[in-house]
């Protein structure tokens, strides 16, 4: 087994008590004052994760932004400079390498950002795929990233810095100072609620780190990330979609753009869309006691199994078990009736329009 990585917050973690997990090869908190406390505070004011694992590749030079445009599903050329995109990352036969947010700084600049754990994973599929200049380069190790999120988030990183934060749009971006430290300021994240992500040099992270604490910012782990994202219907990566799976199936047509030209997995997206999904990734209530979790088999009123369980928890900000789960084209729609087997035990579910949580 490989020794696990530290982000430039390990100490920072440690010393606030944190649990701290191995997680996508690096040692990680899961939770400091428990994860219910976490969520609520980035639902109703604010709080800080440390997302320094998440991996940033780059592209900078002439054809930059053609290069990106190649690689990933959504219209990257479309974008303004200043502008971010979320978008899938494709194998030839249209399935998820990744999903990425690719940030545009110029016609000549585009930052890619990836999951920790698949940073050597794609930036291979991106040297494979990319042909002539420019070529990726991984700067993984210089950057840091911390992620405000919640209602308050705007006013209290608004009190560290002189950049105006108001106009800068959702999933927009500018280069500017925080609390003297400088930084990418993006308002983007992966909890449903307003805030900032934080690109910085790892050896700042730490007086960023502690000046975003001191002005009211709650610590949070993974766990309240899983909960919050899972309540907004954000897929996970290796949970929610893989390879395995295209983006028509887990519900991100959205980001697909067949009109802006060729990139990889297209040929085999436009083949997807016109024979339709077989299967389709949906939102669940469950109608009993017990908590869905990744790997349960759903089943349908006569008992057959029809699909199986990516995501669940109890939410703690509807106090009810959710999920989100594969099944069959013909029970996607919402009002239709699953059972999630928990262990042996089949308990009455009810596909929802997503979100869980309404923003």
């Given at each position: ?6 982000t430039?917050l390990?100490e920072a973690h440690?010393a606030a008590g ?11 908190p ?5 994860v219910?406390a ?8 604010v709080g800080l ?6 991996g ?6 002439p054809?930059a932004?053609a ?5 990933v ?5 479309g ?13 030839p036969?249209?399935g ?10 110029s ?7 990836v999951?920790?754990s698949?940073?050597?994973?794609d930036?291979?599929h ?5 042909a002539?200049?420019?070529?990726p380069?991984?700067e993984g ?5 911390l ?10 990183v608004?009190?560290l ?18 609390a ?10 992966y ?14 992270a730490?007086?960023?780190?502690d000046?975003l604490?001191e002005a009211?910012?709650l ?7 899983d909960?919050?994202?899972l309540?907004?219907?954000?897929a996970?990566?290796?949970?929610d ?8 199936e887990?519900?991100?047509a ?12 297209r040929?085999?997206l436009?083949?997807a ?7 389709k ?5 469950l109608?009993?006691r017990g908590v ?5 088999r759903?089943l349908?009123?006569?008992g ?6 990516t ?6 900000t509807?106090?009810e078990?959710?999920g ?6 013909g029970?996607a729609r ?6 999630i087997?928990?262990?042996?035990r ?11 949580v309404k923003?």
């Amino acid at each position: 087994m490989s020794e696990l990585k530290r982000t430039p917050l390990y100490e920072a973690h440690v010393a606030a008590g944190a649990k701290i997990v191995p997680f996508a090869g690096f040692e990680m908190p899961v939770q400091y004052s428990g994860v219910i406390a976490e969520h609520n505070a980035v639902r109703e004011a604010v709080g800080l994760f440390d997302v320094s694992h998440m991996g940033e590749i780059v592209f900078e030079g002439p054809g930059a932004v053609a290069a990106v445009d190649h690689l990933v599903t959504n219209d990257i050329a479309g974008l303004a400079d200043g502008q971010a995109a979320y978008a899938g990352l494709l194998t030839p036969e249209g399935g998820f390498v990744d999903d990425v947010v690719c940030y545009r700084f110029s016609a000549e600049k585009v930052l890619v950002c990836v999951n920790a754990s698949n940073r050597e994973k794609d930036f291979q599929h991106m040297l494979a795929h990319t042909a002539g200049e420019p070529q990726p380069v991984d700067e993984g190790d210089r950057w840091a990233q911390l992620a405000v999120q919640g209602p308050k988030a705007p006013a209290l990183v608004q009190a560290l810095t002189q950049t105006p934060l108001e106009p800068i749009e959702r999933y927009h971006f500018v280069e500017g100072e925080v609390a003297g430290f400088p930084c990418i300021i993006a308002r983007t994240g992966y909890t449903g609620e307003d805030g900032f992500e934080l690109f910085c040099a790892p050896e700042v992270a730490r007086g960023l780190w502690d000046r975003l604490v001191e002005a009211g910012a709650l610590p949070c782990g993974l766990g309240a990330r899983d909960t919050l994202r899972l309540e907004m219907k954000y897929a996970l990566y290796g949970n929610d979609i893989d390879e395995s799976h295209d983006p028509y199936e887990a519900g991100l047509a959205w980001t697909v753009k067949l009109d802006k030209g060729d990139f990889v997995g297209r040929e085999a997206l436009i083949a997807a869309k016109a024979a339709g999904p077989r299967q389709k990734l949906v939102a669940f209530v469950l109608k009993g006691r017990g908590v869905p979790r990744q790997g349960m088999r759903v089943l349908d009123e006569s008992g057959a199994e029809v699909g199986v369980v990516t995501s669940g928890t109890m939410s703690p900000t509807l106090k009810e078990p959710i999920g989100m789960a594969y099944v069959a084209k013909g029970l996607a729609r919402s009002g239709s009736t699953l059972q999630i087997d928990l262990r042996g035990r089949p308990v009455a579910a009810e596909v929802v329009k997503p979100p869980f949580v309404k923003r």
